[in-house]
C-alpha cells in the first residue's frame, strides 16, 4: 500500500539494556539529531558516535530517547573527562550542565516549511 521507504519491516528502537546499539536505532538517531547535539556544535553525524544519556552501568536503555549524537570532543572529553551532562528535551533540543555550573541551551530543531 505504501511506497519505498514506508512500506520496510518495522525494527525496534528501545530494546532495554544491550552491549551495543542496533543499527535502527543508530539510524533513528542520526536522522533526528543530524549532527553533534551539543548546544551550538556544528559537527556533521559522520563525526559523531551514538552516546548513552544514562551510562549503561547506571541502567541506561539503549533506546531512541536515551541516545544522542556527539562528536569525539563534546563525547570524550565534555562528557567522560569533564564531567558535562547532557539533557534531551522532547523536542530534540539539548541543554548541557557543567561541573562548575555552567549551563548551555540548544536551539530547536529545523522545521520543515510549509510548501
Do not use: E
Not at 34 to 63: E, F, I, M, N, Y
Not at 83 to 91: K, N, V
Amino acid at each position: 500500500l505504501l511506497a519505498p521507504p514506508y512500506n520496510t519491516p518495522s525494527l525496534p528502537l528501545d530494546i532495554g539494556y544491550s552491549d551495543s546499539i542496533p543499527a535502527s536505532i543508530r539510524r533513528a538517531v542520526q536522522l533526528r539529531d543530524r549532527g553533534c547535539a551539543w548546544p551550538r556544535c556544528g559537527r556533521p553525524a559522520a563525526w559523531c558516535d551514538v552516546h548513552h544519556l544514562q551510562h549503561k552501568k547506571d541502567g541506561g536503555k539503549t533506546s531512541v530517547t536515551d541516545c544522542v549524537l556527539l562528536c569525539q570532543f563534546h563525547h570524550d572529553i565534555c562528557i567522560h573527562r569533564r564531567g558535562w551532562r547532557l539533557i534531551l528535551h522532547p523536542d530534540g533540543t539539548t541543554t548541557a550542565y557543567g561541573p562548575d555550573g555552567q549551563v548551555l541551551h540548544s536551539h530547536s530543531p529545523p522545521t520543515a516549511r510549509a510548501g
